[in-house]
Nanobody, 119 residues
């Protein structure tokens, strides 16, 4: 059964850090690029970061550049999003998805993990 399962979300104070994980199963993980999206209450979903098959090429939204780092471990079928210097505006449900970084064209989706940045 195809699955993308996010974990690692939670409540953190401004300036803090979280590491999200996305565990994949049921498809050939290394054939796909993996992206993180987020959707804040009342806002459209936005692409945050994407990483290609071998992990050598990454993309970040301007709003998270220099603060977030995406990485993948193909041996563990897992992608990570290290989030540092978190801001209240980073509060959202974070989703991982498998597909292609070009145009953030995604095929498979996880159910999301909530992140709240608040004092």
């Amino acid at each position: 059964q195809l699955q993308l399962v996010e974990s690692g979300g939670g409540l953190v104070q401004p300036g803090g850090s979280l590491r999200l994980s996305c565990a994949a199963s049921g498809f050939t993980f290394e054939d796909y690029h993996i992206a993180w999206f987020r959707q804040a209450p009342g806002k459209e979903r936005e692409g945050v970061s994407c990483i290609r098959n071998t992990g050598g090429s990454t993309h970040y939204a301007d709003s998270v550049k220099g603060r977030f780092t995406i990485s993948r471990d193909n041996a563990k079928n897992t992608v990570y999003l290290q989030m540092n210097s978190l801001k209240p505006e980073d509060t959202a449900v974070y989703f991982c998805a498998a597909g292609y970084c070009s145009g953030y064209l995604m095929i498979y989706w996880g159910k999301g993990t909530p992140v709240t940045v608040s004092s």
